[in-house]
């Protein structure tokens, strides 16, 4: 087990590695001129303003040197600065991390609470009223674009109870309820969408679940539903389950732009996106990785839960 | 699960959303009518993006930038605040206490507050007048150089700046130019502090203004507290303002609706979109007002086919202004010509005058005729249309204008495809000239001709997209900067601007109009003909 970690780790940093490769190249690869983008709402930057400009920022050395002061910058800790804002890149990129995780993570926990027991009740019911609905249920979370559900959210508030959610970001220490309301709608908004999805996936590993020899064998024995359905059946159904989840949440690190952008989260992946149409590498480098270590680090974990749900899973040494 | 199990979870979700959201909307917004202004409270506004270089508004040419910097910042004289109008007749002192023209307009003399300090607690003094200003001319001699300094001809008739003593400071001009004034008195024109690097007013701001920046959560917020020691005495009224950054037009105008924000942003608020908010919320004041933006068209005129006159005039003539006007913006425009008519604007063409300038013909089929007639001259007919591309920036509010010119040119022989171009590559590949023809917006910072002129239409300026270039309408617009008499001067303005359309210079559509929105309990918060003016928020109130 240990062995199998430790492998998966150097994987991952040679992932890493190979990551900030790619994002780097891409962004310089990326048409127009940095300063000019940088600096458009000046409306026009003259040659020697240009010039200085791209010497004070660093991008006038040439790329390779630009690209090992980035990773020499990461491994010391220190990520450089915003060109857009003049200020360490950390110290903005800090307070949008716990934004995000939260907002992930609670439309996750959304997603499963809504689409694993309506999954298990749609494949224990197959083919009744109840499943015909629930499964149009999901369908209709899986056709909703979140951003559309989203906006519809805001807009039914507001013209029903003439009431929006706060519009910056409401810490927990300052009010937790409000903070709770912030979190809840966007997460329903996003969790509807993963809910439908898990609960594709919970009912049809169910069902072939059910099909089984061993859970033939638990009926036969007289066990009840509970047992049968809970116990045996699910917890083998499990796996791809938590596959997708593994996946949902890691898409959602960086794929909740719309959703940050209309609820008004101050959040990684709507700053991801401001920060690339301003061409203001060091954030955007430094999230982009960041997520790219959110990305690794869960689907590890999932690999890990494998082994915790089937004892048949054995981690390579 | 069972099917009651089920149903209780929901219910459960159901009960907590409500439990969560009772107290919330309980939020009231109760107006009383109260004509003395009260102190306290805090102004909740909108940014559509966030600050760009902070509050450097000398490096910047937005209004993204300057709406939320000026509350911390002063200039040395201002457009009065409570008179929606601007002009050299409603300038008032900031800075300056008193100031004249001497020497026939050659020497400007401002006689400083005393006892004026900044919000780190250092005097103001001439020191600071002089710092900036020289800055901003990039005299040799200057003791600082800013990053960017985009308006810099602005200040190209300076010649020096001179301090006789601590509270006085003279800005010697190379020739005559009373419109100096009014480019003193807008929005882009704080005073910096010389004892601050002007770096530093990308992430902090050290005015001498009515409020003091509190806190700036990047992409979040920009909070200001009141400046207890300004030097208007009972100003400002309000205890702070927020100006929160909302990315999302259909949140930005959720949240004014709400009664989460008090006031729209300048130039936001469309006619349509005015319609939809009062409707909702019948209570809401809205005002139109100007927001000295023009939809233009510019054309290359060092690339073939525009610079030939001929065609420039021919699209000029296709694109019939009042049919935009109505169908692209709702009529939530006028018309006009080089600077926005009256009452919007002080220097523009009246609705008379218009009439036989290009696309203003009483029938549009006229314009029509005499535009495929001038085409056939140039040596374009049906048979052999001109392709060109049309670019224009990717915001709605652009493409929806350049479409309606893509159908109108098509109807004289010109076959026209869109191009988009990304926002922050449209300033630069525009004064590159790397493109045919385009669809654009001008913002001008206060309505002056001299603010307008030289920054558009002079010889080599970086911002006169269509490359124009005319000696004679250069000495026209040096002689009307120039006039003292104040009727000369206006009918000088009238002149340039009919041979600027004459030229096509860059044939102007529209004059657009802001549907400024604030809730009844906002008092004193009048917008002007120009949106850049405006916010200093030191008269502003709230009656709540």
């Not at chain 1, 954030?283 to 690999?303: G, T």
């Not at chain 2, 023209?101 to 005393?114: A, E, I, S, T």
């Amino acid at each position: 087990m240990k062995t199998y970690v430790a492998q998966r780790l150097v994987i991952a940093l040679l992932t890493l590695l190979g990551m900030s490769v790619v994002i780097f190249a891409l962004l310089r690869l990326a048409p127009g001129d940095i300063v000019d983008i940088l600096f458009s709402t000046a409306g026009y930057v003259s040659p020697s303003e240009k010039q200085a400009i791209m010497k004070e920022l660093g991008i006038d050395r040439p790329y390779w040197v630009q690209y090992v002061d980035w990773i020499r910058q990461m491994l010391t800790g220190d990520l450089g600065k915003s060109y857009r804002y003049d200020q360490p890149a950390w110290q903005i990129i800090r307070p949008l991390v716990p934004v995000t995780l939260e907002l992930a993570a609670l439309s996750t926990l959304f997603a499963v609470l809504i689409g694993v027991p309506t999954g298990v009740i749609s494949a224990v019911r197959q083919d009744t009223t109840l499943d015909y609905v629930l499964r149009l249920f999901s369908l209709a979370g899986l056709s909703m674009p979140a951003f559309w559900l989203a906006m519809v959210i805001i807009l039914c508030l507001v013209t029903w109870l003439a009431w929006i959610p706060p519009l910056s970001y409401v810490s927990p220490f300052e009010d937790l309820k409000l903070h709770a309301v912030q979190f809840l709608l966007p997460a329903l908004a996003v969790g509807y969408r993963s809910s439908a999805l898990i609960m594709r996936i919970t009912r049809s590993s169910l069902l072939e679940v059910m099909r089984e020899d061993y859970i033939r064998t638990a009926w036969a024995k007289g066990q009840t539903g509970r047992v049968v359905i809970w116990r045996h059946a699910l917890k083998n159904a499990l796996l791809p389950v938590v596959t997708v989840i593994g996946i949902e949440f890691a898409f959602l690190i960086g794929g909740l732009v719309v959703t940050e952008t209309v609820f008004n989260l101050p959040g990684v992946a709507r700053f991801l996106v401001q920060a690339i149409l301003w061409r203001d590498y060091p954030i955007v480098q430094n999230l982009v990785m960041f997520i790219a270590v959110v990305v690794i680090l869960s689907n590890l974990l999932v690999d890990m839960l494998y082994g915790v749900l089937d004892p048949r899973v054995r981690y390579g040494g | 699960m069972s099917r009651v199990r089920v149903a209780l979870l929901s219910i459960t979700i159901l009960a907590l959303a409500a439990v969560l959201l009772a107290p919330a909307t309980s939020q009231s917004q109760s107006p009383h009518a109260s004509q003395t202004p009260k102190s306290g409270g805090v102004l909740n506004m909108m940014l559509r993006e966030d600050l760009s270089q902070g509050f450097a508004v000398h490096e910047t040419a937005t209004i993204s930038t300057v709406w939320p910097a000026m509350p911390c910042l002063n200039n040395l004289v201002l457009f009065d605040p409570l008179k929606k109008t601007e002009s050299v007749d409603t300038i008032i002192g900031e800075l300056a206490e008193k100031w004249s023209w001497q020497d026939n307009y050659r020497n400007l003399v401002f006689f400083l507050r005393k006892g004026v300090k900044w919000h780190d607690g250092q005097p103001f003094t001439a020191k600071d007048v002089k710092f900036t200003f020289d800055m901003l001319r990039e005299a040799p001699d200057a003791p600082a150089k800013l990053r960017i300094n985009p308006r810099k001809d602005w200040y190209a008739n300076v010649e020096a700046i001179e301090t006789p003593d601590t509270f006085t400071a003279v800005f010697r001009l190379k020739k005559p130019q009373p419109s100096l004034l009014l480019m003193l008195a807008s929005g882009y024109t704080p005073v910096y502090a010389a004892h601050v690097p002007p770096a530093d007013y990308r992430t902090n701001c050290v005015g001498t203004g009515p409020f003091k920046v509190k806190e700036w959560r990047k992409g979040e917020y920009v909070e200001y507290v009141r400046n207890p020691d300004y030097f208007v005495k009972g100003r400002p009224y309000l205890d702070g303002l927020k100006y929160f950054v909302i990315v999302e037009r259909g949140t930005r105008q959720a949240a004014i609706q709400a009664g989460k924000l008090d006031v729209s942003f300048p130039g936001e608020t469309s006619k349509t979109a005015a319609e939809q908010l009062k409707k909702a919320v019948p209570q809401l004041v809205i005002t139109p007002a100007s927001q000295n933006v023009a939809d233009n068209i510019i054309m290359n005129m060092k690339k073939p086919p525009f610079d030939n006159l001929k065609v420039r005039l021919a699209v000029s003539h296709a694109i019939d202004r009042r049919a935009l006007i109505q169908a692209v913006q709702q009529g939530g425009a006028v018309g006009g010509a080089g600077l926005a008519p009256k009452p919007w604007g002080f220097w523009g063409l009246a609705e008379k005058d218009l009439v036989g300038l290009p696309g203003y013909g009483a029938k549009p089929a006229d314009d029509k005729a005499l535009a495929k007639k001038l085409m056939a001259e140039a040596g374009v007919s049906r048979e052999k249309p001109l392709k060109v591309e049309i670019v224009t920036r990717a915001i709605a509010v652009y493409v929806d204008m350049a479409s309606f010119v893509i159908n109108e040119l098509k109807q004289i022989g010109i076959e026209a495809t869109l191009k988009q171009i990304e926002t922050a590559q449209w300033h630069a590949m525009a004064t590159r000239g790397d493109y045919q023809i385009g669809a654009n917006l001008t913002g001008i910072g206060p309505d002056d001709p001299d603010a307008n002129y030289y920054e558009n239409y002079a010889c080599g300026s970086p911002r006169n997209y269509s490359q124009y270039c005319n000696e004679e309408v250069m000495k026209m617009i040096d002689a009307q900067s120039q006039e003292l008499d104040a009727k000369k001067r206006l009918a000088l303005n009238f002149a340039i601007q009919k041979k600027l359309e004459a030229d096509a210079a860059r044939p102007i559509l529209d004059w657009k109009l802001d549907y400024f929105t604030v809730w009844p309990h906002v008092k004193n918060l009048i917008p002007h003909q120009s949106i850049y003016n405006f916010g200093r928020m030191q008269e502003v109130w709230s009656d709540k």
